[in-house]
Antibody, heavy 120, light 111 residues
Framework: QVQLQEWGPGLVKPSETLSLTCNVF??????????WSWIRQPPGKGLEWIGY???????NYNPSLKSRVTISADTSRNQFSLKLSSVTAADTAVYYC????????????WGQGTLVTVSS | QSALTQPASVSGSPGQSITISCTGT?????????VSWYQQHPGKVPKLLIY???NRPSGVSDRFSGSKSGNTASLTISGLQTEDEADYYC???????????FGGGTELTVL
């Protein structure tokens, strides 16, 4: 059974960089048929796709966030990470990591989510 | 404003059937069979209900079914139960902008 677990600071100051990591258990980030995604959900609002990475290093980002987002993978640690720069209060959200199939809209396995608040 | 349009809310009585629509364009829903549906209870992680328009992952009740016509996908829940009360999100992939899209979500109330 695949399990994903996000971790990182729960509070980030405006203009700084949000950094989160997702550990993958029970599966390998180097499996060719999966993409590793980040999705967020502002309090009381809907889901927003941030981007995904394939273990080969191929990435795809939401155009609305592309200038501020970097997703990377560390295959030796079986984890992948999110960096979002120049954050504002609008970036306050629950951040989820998830495993997507080749049909990248299909994410069966999700982390439990971590709330990141942007505030001074 | 979400790229995929869902009704903000729907309601039904126990035992009834309801349908939630998700409208996109020919560049996403209408172009490919990459439509998924997620259920999210308050404070919980989204759960995959339907993928590739009509397929159910193992363990998902057959009361949930998906379909598509043109640029609109639909999720039907039959035999409504109180535990179905949740938010539902559709998702597709945009070929034109090469990004994953989510609908704005639909709140289902079981009266």
């Amino acid at each position: 059974q695949v399990q994903l677990q996000e971790w990182g600071p729960g509070l980030v100051k405006p203009s700084e960089t949000l950094s989160l990591t997702c550990n993958v258990f029970g599966g390998s980030v180097t499996t060719d048929t999966y993409y590793w995604s980040w999705i967020r959900q502002p309090p009381g609002k809907g889901l927003e796709w941030i981007g995904y990475i394939h273990y080969t290093g191929s990435t795809n980002y939401n155009p609305s966030l592309k200038s501020r987002v970097t997703i990377s993978a560390d295959t030796s640690r079986n984890q992948f990470s999110l960096k979002l720069s120049s954050v504002t209060a609008a970036d306050t959200a629950v951040y989820y990591c998830a495993r997507a199939g080749l049909a990248v809209t299909t994410s069966r396995y999700w982390g439990q989510g971590t709330l990141v608040t942007v505030s001074s | 404003q979400s790229a995929l349009t869902q009704p903000a809310s729907v309601s039904g009585s126990p035992g009834q059937s309801i349908t939630i629509s998700c409208t996109g364009t020919s560049s996403d829903i209408g172009g490919y069979n990459y439509v998924s549906w997620y259920q999210q209870h308050p404070g919980k992680v989204p759960k995959l209900l339907i993928y590739d328009v009509t397929n159910r992952p193992s363990g998902v009740s057959d009361r949930f079914s998906g379909s598509k016509s043109g640029n609109t996908a639909s999720l039907t829940i039959s035999g409504l139960q109180t535990e179905d009360e949740a938010d539902y999100y559709c998702s597709s992939f945009s070929i034109s902008s090469t990004r994953v899209l989510f609908g704005g979500g639909t709140e289902l109330t079981v009266l």
